[in-house]
């Protein structure tokens, strides 16, 4: 059974940190890349980052860039988002996902329920 499990969200106040955590447990982990992508409220779905099955390479859309930090860890199957500097316009569900190529937002295989990022003062 693929579960992807997501947690750390929480409301903060612009300028502060968080740090968001995803278990992957019912598939081949270290044969996908995993991202984080994210729902502001009334809006699509949007990529925030993400880490090739190697971790050898990561992607940020451009207005996370030097803000955001995508990690994985093979050994716990785990990937991490730290989140430095946030902004009420990070404000959004997180969603944990997996893909062995995905090319858009649709071609991701294995999904979180979602964890809720609040930046608010």
């Known amino acids: 059974q693929v579960q992807l499990v997501e947690s750390g969200g929480g409301l903060v106040r612009p300028g502060e940190s968080l740090r968001l955590s995803c278990a992957a447990s019912?598939?081949?982990?270290?044969?996908?890349?995993m991202s984080w992508i994210r729902q502001p409220p009334g809006k699509d779905r949007e990529f925030v980052a993400r880490?090739?099955?190697?971790?050898?390479?990561?992607y940020y859309t451009d207005s996370v860039k030097g803000r955001f930090t995508i990690s994985r860890d093979k050994a716990k199957n785990t990937v991490d988002l730290q989140m430095n500097s946030l902004k009420p316009e990070d404000t959004a569900a997180y969603y944990c996902?997996?893909?062995?190529?995905?090319?858009?937002?649709?071609?991701?295989?294995?999904w979180g329920q979602g964890t809720q990022v609040t930046v608010s003062s």
């Open positions: 996902a997996a893909g062995m190529t995905p090319w858009s937002i649709s071609d991701y295989s294995y």
């Open positions: 019912g598939f081949t982990f270290g044969w996908y890349v």
């Open positions: 880490i090739s099955w190697s971790a050898g390479s990561t």
